[in-house]
């Protein structure tokens, strides 16, 4: 591969696809996904997720709406003429072929000299750390190293748009992590615009720019990892990205009361949120003490019912004195507190870590 080059835009416009005699699996979807972005669908099984894809790359046609790419309508193109690379799970490497052989596929199919395959491929295969492993047949190779070749074969000419489906579903924890790393590397160096699919959090938070989540057919938030993480929009999007303490209730005013009528302070918001009813504190924005001293703006009381160590961290559970909801606290090695397992403890946090959020 020689130059890096761009990525291209992906616009959704009021994409919907209704199976036959079934409800809308995906409804009313409107996303701009800019030039070399790294988009990432992310939401529960049954969500919409691969048929939104599906609908990108041609396999499924909507029942209504319209794909754009770089401006231009894709619906009635098939997907060999829409210029994207796939990583679909579906999509298997072809078994009789070398691994060279499968990454010089679509390079084979679109006439080039043998010379530019021969280079492309090599340059394909040292990216994806393979180029020792040319001329063995897929069933030679491990599943991380499967799941490179296919990797190799949908970069191999550079498209603008690359589409990948659960690509690391397959894999163990750690081999997934390395993968990761290395789909974020190939996304800085190709340049391409990739749209990933995950039910994974973690594996959203880590790979992508942007992440668009569904529920229901439907985008329910699409921002940065930060902008969700630190400001999701209600109680659905909090749980699905990360751990969260939630207490639900009502806004009065300055404060927040709790089901189990505790008033909490919160920051001005605006009139807008007049009507949230969940109230969000992450877990590291919490505080807890075993002796009753706790310098912080709010509070309660609760028990410790388990700790869990986690290398770098802990994870404090606890259950709310009053009301007996669930807690979660986590401390950062070096700063843990001497608290233990059924000891009454204080929890507490400060406005500005306390967000009101829709309680749906
Ligand atoms: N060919 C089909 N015919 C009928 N219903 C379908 C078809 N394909 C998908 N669905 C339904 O559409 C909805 C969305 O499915 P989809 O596969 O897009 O979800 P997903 O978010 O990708 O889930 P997963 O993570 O499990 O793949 C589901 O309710 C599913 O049962």
Redesign the pocket.
């Known amino acids: 591969m020689t130059s890096a080059h761009h990525g291209a835009r992906v616009d959704l416009s009021k994409l919907t ?1 209704r ?2 005699g ?2 809308a ?2 409804h009313d979807v409107n996303l701009a996904i800019g030039a070399g972005c790294f988009m990432t ?1 992310l ?12 609908m990108i790359a041609g396999f ?1 046609q909507p029942t209504e709406g319209s794909v754009r790419i770089d401006g231009q309508e894709v619906s009635g193109l098939p997907p060999n003429k829409r210029q994207l690379g796939m990583v679909f799970q579906q999509y298997a490497l072809f078994p009789h072929l070398t691994v060279f052989e499968n990454v010089a596929y679509p390079l084979r199919r679109r006439r080039i000299s043998e010379e530019l395959v021969r280079r492309q491929v090599g340059e394909t295969l040292k990216r994806v750390h393979l180029e020792g492993l040319a001329v063995k047949y897929p069933s030679q190779l491990s599943g991380g190293q499967q799941q490179r070749v296919a990797v190799a074969r949908a970069i191999v000419y550079q498209p603008p748009v690359l589409l990948m ?2 690509p690391l579903g397959a894999l163990d924890r750690k081999l997934r992590e390395e993968l990761q790393l290395e789909l974020s590397r190939l996304h800085r160096d190709v340049g391409s615009t990739f749209i990933y ?1 995950t ?1 994974d959090q973690e594996e959203a938070l880590a790979l992508s720019d942007r992440i668009a989540v ?1 529920r229901d ?1 439907r985008i329910e938030q699409v921002g940065t990892p930060q902008d969700l993480y630190a400001d999701p929009a209600c109680l659905f999007v909090a749980r699905f990205l990360g751990e969260s303490n939630i207490i639900l209730g009502r806004r009065d005013a300055d404060a927040f009361v709790s089901r189990h009528k505790q008033a909490f302070a919160i920051e001005p918001a605006p009139s807008a949120m007049e009507n949230e009813s969940a109230l969000l504190i992450r877990p590291e924005s919490m505080r807890i003490s075993g002796d009753g001293k706790l310098a912080v703006e709010s509070s309660l009381s609760a028990t410790v019912t388990d700790i869990v160590y986690l290398g770098a961290s802990r994870k404090i559970i606890l259950k709310a004195s009053v009301g007996g909801d669930d807690l979660i606290v986590r401390e950062t090695s070096g700063q843990y507190s001497d608290i233990r397992r059924g000891g009454e403890v204080l929890v507490g946090w400060n406005r500005r870590d306390a967000k009101l959020i829709r309680a749906t």
């Open positions: 696809k199976f036959l079934e409800q699996a995906v669908f939401g529960p099984s049954g969500s919409g997720k691969t048929t939104t894809l599906n499924i489906d659960e699919v039910h569904f057919g």
